[in-house]
DNA sequence: CTAAACGCTCACATCGATGTCAGGGTCAAG
DNA sequence: CTTGACCCTGACATCGATGTGAGCGTTTAG
């Protein structure tokens, strides 16, 4: 397939794409005209790249662990664990720092409904 | 307490104390000389707004949430429930991207595990 | 062969929170 | 009154992923 369709199939924005494989996330065989084609599989790796970045992993982190999964090399896999070690404490982190904010937000909602319905007995 | 004590006992930085407050989000009082003052108060100010904006709330959706707590209106309760509502159904959403990231990458980490695994059984 | 739909590269623009620098006040201790 | 630490405003820079537009080539259906 190429760019459009790989586009509609994932979400991405044709833009999107191009900055993927020009981040090494992504390859792409040309046409003898040099137009990008891909296979069925892209679709799940861009899926892939999709969620990590989505997920605030910096391209640049992506480049180092998902290669790797594509073609773990003998030597680059313990490096590559680091790596991921390292970027999964990262996430954990953030979700505790989300869920965090959301139970402050929890109590904010509490206290306004609270406030709300004091005004409504008020009126009562 | 000036700027530089509040920086300190909250690890914002002066310049992202004094753009909370050309936000909206963070009052001050002034000395005759134009230097801004601080309560004890404030203190869990930051804190809240720190704690949100890495969230990834927007300051503009912080100022429509934040002042209501400090001072809750009658008319202005119940379209910040909303907006509160709102957003936190995008940080429970968000919580789950990171979620599904982290899943996915527990994965490459597993398989990457096993491929090491499978690299010293051949090993020895 | 032609036209419509699609793709290419290059380059500049965008957003939000923060960094940084310049030029110039303020405050407190001596 | 002076000095050193602190503060002020205003402006420009930064980062990363993506949008956008120009100018031009490719592919495919008719």
Known sequence: MRIGELSARTGASRR???YYEEQGLLVSSRSPG?????????VQRVRLVQAFLAAGVPSGTLVEMVP???EPSEGRARQALEIMDR?????S???D???A???ALDRLIEDNRAYLTRSADREV
């Open 16 to 18: 999107s794409l191009r």
């Open 34 to 42: 040099g137009q990008r084609h891909y296979e069925d599989e892209h």
């Open 68 to 70: 790797c999964m594509a």
């Open 87 to 91: 970027e999964r404490a990262r996430l």
């Open 93 to 95: 982190e953030d979700i």
């Open 97 to 99: 720092g989300l869920v």
């Open 101 to 103: 904010a959301r139970d």
